[in-house]
């Protein structure tokens, strides 16, 4: 997929031809942020909620936006539009710029490097749906702003590759307190008793996007959700966990540290709330297509 078109500071060339500096903060600081956002019938998914918390993330690290949300509007359906793929989800990243010679401090007057480029987005396997993911606990080693969608993802490589050593698929990350965190790239959710439960927003977690169309699809389908800590233990006796994230949806986990989850198999909270979240991309993406 070499030649495949992205989005680079300002054109749109194959992605063989994409040239960055070496100097870039992005490549010698990890120093700037990134999006991910999930397209249906060519549609992007809770724009405005991406776009949102795309702000939020450049304020916190004081990047100033390279474009308002008309403009990036226009990048990112340009970019869809090049490609057939009805579904795919859009990296977009946005480094603090060049600069040469090499310092922590950063120059006031840097132009933002922008990048962006699309995926096709795959269903979930069979084989997910019927027997979902294996997960380990691990203890969550990252940050104290992981709230900001930052592209500084060592640890959550790193707690991949634990994941992959342990033969099985993710992690469910613990803080010093014994609480749940997240995922290594999605938020965790609990059902217990017919109840989903997940942890509330802090500086520890980030904003999930698909992790807030899960509570708003509860409100409106009467489910019981509630925002409080969960300690590790009773990940143990939980009826349902899942892990949330725009790429994946609710993927639920079947098998935690070697032992079931409830009864080994995804659950029927889960079962609804998947067939309320395809209804709801479906609605979503007709309502889109009108307002055109
Ligand atoms: C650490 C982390 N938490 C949560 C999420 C889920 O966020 P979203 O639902 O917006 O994809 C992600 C997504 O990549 C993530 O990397």
């Known amino acids: 997929m070499s030649d495949q078109i992205v989005y680079l500071n300002g054109e749109f060339m194959p992605m ?24 249906y019938q060519q549609t992007l998914f809770e724009w405005q909620a991406h776009y949102q918390r795309l702000e939020n993330s450049l304020a916190a690290v004081g990047i100033i936006n390279p474009f308002d949300n008309q403009a990036w509007l226009s990048i990112l359906n340009k970019l869809i539009a090049s490609h057939p793929w009805q579904d795919q989800f859009i ?46 606990t691990l ?8 709230d900001i969608k930052a592209i500084a ?14 033969g099985v698929d993710d ?44 509570e708003k699809l509860a409100q409106q389908h009467h489910i019981s959700f509630i925002e409080r800590e969960i300690n590790q233990a009773e990940l143990e006796t939980a009826d349902e966990l899942w892990l949330a994230s725009s790429t994946k949806e609710a993927l639920p986990i079947c098998q935690l540290n070697g032992q079931p989850v409830g009864d080994g198999k995804p659950g029927q909270v889960w079962q609804k709330l998947r067939a309320h979240y395809q209804d709801y991309k479906q609605q979503i993406t007709n309502n889109e297509y009108l307002k055109q």
């Not at 480029?117 to 294996?134: D, F, H, Q, R, V």
């Not at 993802?153 to 790193?158: E, F, Q, R, S, Y």
């Not at 942890?199 to 698909?210: A, E, K, R, Y």
């Open 16 to 39: 063989a031809s994409a040239r960055i500096s070496p100097m870039d903060r992005g490549f010698l600081f990890a120093d700037g942020v990134y999006e991910v956002i999930p397209v």
């Open 91 to 136: 990296y977009l990243q946005i480094s603090r710029g060049v600069q040469i010679p090499r310092d922590h401090l950063p120059q006031k007057d840097l132009t933002p490097t922008v990048f962006a480029y699309t995926n096709p987005l795959k269903p979930l396997a069979a084989s997910i749906l019927e027997n979902g993911i294996k997960v380990i």
């Open 139 to 146: 203890e969550d080693i990252r940050w104290q702003r992981c």
């Open 153 to 166: 993802l060592l640890p959550n490589v790193m707690a991949k590759l634990q994941a992959q050593a342990a």
């Open 171 to 214: 992690v469910i990350l613990i803080n010093q307190q014994g609480n749940v965190t997240e995922g290594s790239a999605s938020n965790m959710l609990m059902v217990k008793e017919g109840v989903i439960i997940t942890p509330p927003l802090s500086q520890h977690i980030l904003p999930g996007i698909t992790r807030q169309v899960i």
